[in-house]
């Protein structure tokens, strides 16, 4: 969250972290004839521990594949603001690179990592950086293109609207007897100098032109009250957002549903704690420990072709 405290991919300001740019066939480092580097040594072998395990079936409700991915990160760093270390270094918000890794994460990259894993492990073919680069992408920016900075899919309910309508995952919120939040979404254009890019008049106006579009994107939450109740319809694997009360602002969190036995708890990457954990109160427990939290966005993913 990529506001200090309290939006997407940056909870608090921390930047760097150990990254790629997708597009290059290899890392450079094995462009050189080296050993492959860390992120690629984990994609090929979380593919792998996916297949071997039977995760990849047909038959195989995909979001087990999907949280299996998920829990071998189990342990890794958190690193916050990773997508925004290019603006820091000079970079120009018109040409944003594409930041991936397996080494580090905040909280959205988890989400975005862990699918991506997971829908290379069930196509056939060897995983190649460059294909998890692409899959990353198509979750990450509006429409799957990566046009520059205001192209990223910034607001998290419209990481999953956008995605919802392109067929990568299904949202749930209405289904489960959620309730629509109404409120406009403002809060980057109202917080302009928590945004590096935004110092940038032409991406503060594109912003502005997004957050307006999205007035006429319906959204559905539940509430907390309802989470005891909904609960038993989320399956593990499903990717959930914690809907937040501060206005202008759709959610601060994202992580995954995860079940143990009957128990519903969350797997995710979380500031405090600084690794990938699962968290060992339940899903409403945890919801209700969140200071402003009013409930929660679902969405299952889907292997996408």
Not at 119 to 129: E, F, H, M, Y
Not at 241 to 260: E, K
Request: hydrophobic content about 45%.
């Amino acid at each position: 969250m990529n506001v200090p405290r309290i939006t997407r991919r940056n909870l608090l300001l921390r930047a760097g972290a150990i990254t790629a740019i997708a597009g290059m066939p290899r890392p450079l480092l094995a462009l050189a004839g080296l050993p492959a580097s860390p992120d690629e040594e984990r994609l090929a072998a979380w593919v792998a521990k996916l297949r071997a395990e039977g995760l990849t079936a047909q038959d195989v409700a995909f979001g087990r594949a999907v949280i299996r991915a998920a829990e071998l990160a189990i342990g890794t760093p958190y690193e916050a603001a990773t997508l925004e270390a290019y603006l820091k270094n000079g970079g120009s918000p018109r040409r944003e690179p594409l930041t991936i890794s397996l080494t580090r994460f905040d909280c959205v990259t988890l989400v975005e990592a862990s699918i991506a894993v997971a829908r290379l492990a069930v196509r056939p073919g060897a995983p190649a950086w460059a294909d998890f680069g692409r899959e990353v992408e198509r979750m990450r920016y509006r429409d799957g293109l990566r046009i520059g900075y205001a192209s990223r899919l910034h607001y998290f309910s419209e990481w999953i609207s956008d995605g919802s309508r392109r067929g990568l995952l299904s949202d749930l919120g209405r289904t489960f007897g959620g309730i629509r939040d109404e409120r406009p979404l403002r809060f980057m254009t109202e917080h302009r100098d928590a945004y590096p890019a935004l110092a940038d008049d032409a991406a503060f106006l594109e912003i502005g032109a997004m957050e307006r579009r999205l007035d006429g994107v319906p959204r559905y939450f539940i509430p907390r009250a309802a989470l005891d109740d909904a609960a038993d319809c989320i399956e593990t694997g499903d990717v959930v957002a914690f809907v937040t009360g501060i206005p202008g602002l759709d959610v601060t969190h994202a992580a995954f549903a995860w079940r143990d036995g009957r128990a519903l708890r969350v797997l995710h990457a979380p500031l405090s704690g600084g690794v990938v954990e699962v968290t060992r109160t339940t899903l409403p427990e945890y919801v209700a420990a969140i200071r402003n939290c009013t409930g929660i966005l679902v969405a299952r993913p889907l292997r996408a072709a």
